[in-house]
């Protein structure tokens, strides 16, 4: 059996890991979510027999260490692969210098996006290293974003999302500094992107249609990503797709593009 524990598995990207890893019998996949009872999407396939969940927060040191101890519990001490994908966007979708900014509550979304983007990854790690120690693949995945990636931001001047930018950026580097440091016990450390993803098939959503508004800043948010890729056709990859590509990516992956960040594509075509 190969064991994979993927985190932030209630929904969105996490639920489709564990939804097509699931289907190999011969994976024993650890979904871990904060909530059990509040993951209604997960609940429709944690019955397989090869699914199990764990509950745990991955901001909190304590928190990991017991979820660690549950997950040694199913797999009998191993983890072959972590995918961290539990993160996303702390607070609001902002640049530095909007003049409505309250500078008080740019620093809160500074440190919440710098928490739940960059630290958590440290945090997560060192609960399960151990466990990925004594693991067949010693792979570490982490969730990622272009939004975080420097050359992306220049090509694009995209100016948006820069608290979450830089919680991101940070977990570039923090996935850069495992690989040099566990290069000699022949562990593959990515920062994967998974392009810009649909997800509102996994989760109860708002289904408010956006405003016209809404469609003019996104329109022209494309305006800027376009320019990291000219024939992107505008469009986000469906939730089922960016997964396939990303496992695909997860499985080839070797030491050469250890501490690299890397699109769904593998490569840095990130749309
Ligand atoms: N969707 C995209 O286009 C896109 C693009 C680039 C990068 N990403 C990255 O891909 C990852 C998944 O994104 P998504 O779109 O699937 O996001 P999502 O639908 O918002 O799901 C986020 C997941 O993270 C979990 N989570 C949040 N904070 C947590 C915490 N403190 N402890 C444990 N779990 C926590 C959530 O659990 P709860 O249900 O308990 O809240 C949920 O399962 C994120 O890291 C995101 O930054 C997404």
């Known amino acids: 059996m190969t064991s994979y524990l993927v985190t932030g598995a209630s929904r969105g990207i996490?639920?489709?890991?564990?939804r097509q890893l699931s289907q190999d019998p011969n994976n024993t996949v650890i979904g871990l979510v904060r909530s059990a009872a509040?993951?209604?999407?997960l609940q429709e396939v944690s019955d397989l027999p090869n699914v199990h969940v764990v509950e745990g927060d991955v901001t909190s040191v304590e928190i990991m260490k017991k979820a660690a101890e549950s997950v040694a519990a199913i797999t009998g001490g191993s983890l072959d692969y972590i995918i961290e994908n539990a993160g996303?966007?702390?607070g609001a979708d902002?640049?530095?210098a909007n003049p409505n900014n309250d500078p008080s509550t740019l620093v809160e979304e500074l440190k919440g996006n710098f928490e739940l983007n960059a630290v958590s990854g440290v945090i997560t790690?060192?609960?399960?290293?151990?466990l990925l120690r004594k693991g067949k693949a010693k792979k570490i995945i982490f969730i990622s974003s272009a939004i975080g990636d420097i050359q992306f931001t220049r090509v694009t001047g995209f100016a948006g999302t820069a608290?979450?930018?830089v919680g991101k950026a940070a977990l570039n580097f923090i996935a850069q500094k495992y690989a040099s440091e566990l290069a000699a016990e022949n562990f593959v450390v990515l920062a994967l992107s998974p392009g810009f993803v649909d997800t509102s098939s996994t989760k109860e959503g708002d289904q408010t249609q956006p405003s016209e508004e809404d469609m003019k800043n996104l329109q022209a948010v494309f305006d800027q990503w376009v320019k990291s890729q000219p024939d992107w056709d505008r469009k986000p990859l469906t939730v089922q797709d960016s997964v396939t590509k990303q496992l695909k990516v997860i499985s080839t992956v070797g030491p050469k593009d250890s501490g690299k960040l890397l699109s769904q594509n593998g490569n840095t075509a990130w749309l």
Do not use: C, Q
Request: zero cysteines; aromatic letters at 24%; charged letters at 10%.
């Open 88 to 90: 996303g966007a702390y």
């Open 94 to 96: 902002t640049s530095f």
């Open 125 to 130: 790690t060192n609960a399960f290293l151990p």
């Open 14 to 18: 996490g639920l489709e890991f564990i």
């Open 38 to 41: 509040k993951s209604v999407y």
């Open 163 to 165: 608290a979450y930018g």
